[in-house]
């Protein structure tokens, strides 16, 4: 159980454009969920707190106009990299935390999505 | 002085030797601790997950976690070459929605 998929696992992409990444909770539901973001041989930085049907809570230093969150439903955040530039590279990573869990905070997270922008 | 501090190694074991992995931090209203493990270009898998001080067994991983030095432990026995990973710790306040704070990960090699 408690599986956490991502789509897409790899993309390239041009500067300028914009590219949506997908975060699924498949066996369980999630009313809060996570937006990570990694650099080689670095640890996962929090992007952004993302809760079903009202706005995502940004970490200082994030732009929440270049990095757009929506999180529709109880299985479902998505992140979408404005005008992406090539700083932009990097893994990211979503994580899902069980809203059955109580008070234990379990989060289990995505495979990663690998972003290049050229 | 970051939060969570983790000696990001690398650390080469031979198989089957004991693993220890360490983390330090210095919010002491932290309460859950946890463990991750990252393979290479894929997310964490969580590991272990305790609450407050004290030891939690599961197979051949032990977390320790000691609150009144602020340091927590991850220990594995019979290493395997399948252990190969980045060790992730990571921490947070309390339950609920409540962010994670993670360590840089050491990475480990275990040679067969």
């Known amino acids: 159980g408690a599986v956490v998929s991502q789509h897409p696992s790899w993309v390239i992409c041009k500067s300028g454009t914009s590219v949506k990444i997908e975060c699924r909770s498949l066996d369980f539901q999630a009313t809060t969920m996570f937006w990570y973001r990694q650099f080689p041989k670095q640890s996962l930085m929090l992007m952004a707190t993302?809760?079903?049907?009202?706005?995502?809570?940004?970490e200082q230093g994030v732009e929440k106009d270049k990095f757009l969150i929506n999180h529709a439903s109880l299985t479902l955040s998505t992140l979408t990299v404005t005008s992406a530039h090539p700083e932009d590279s990097s893994f990211y990573i979503c994580?899902?935390?069980?809203?059955?869990?109580?008070?234990?905070?379990?989060?289990?997270f995505g495979p990663g999505t690998r972003l290049t922008v050229l | 002085q970051k939060e969570v501090e983790q000696d990001p190694g690398p650390l080469s074991v031979p198989e089957g030797a004991i693993v220890s992995l360490n983390c330090t931090y210095s919010n002491s209203a932290f309460q859950y601790f946890m463990w991750y493990r990252q393979y290479s270009r894929k997310g964490p898998e969580l590991l272990m997950y305790?609450?407050?001080?004290g030891n939690k067994e599961d197979g051949r991983f032990t977390a320790q976690v000691d609150k009144s030095s602020k340091y927590i432990s991850l220990f594995i026995r019979d290493s395997q070459p399948s252990d190969s990973a980045t060790y992730l710790c990571a921490m947070t306040l309390q339950g609920g929605s409540e962010k994670l704070v993670f360590g840089k990960g050491t990475k480990l090699t275990v040679n067969p």
């Open positions: 994580s899902a935390r069980d809203s059955l869990a109580g008070g234990r905070n379990t989060q289990y």
């Open positions: 305790t609450y407050s001080s």
């Open positions: 993302s809760n079903e049907g009202s706005k995502a809570t940004y």
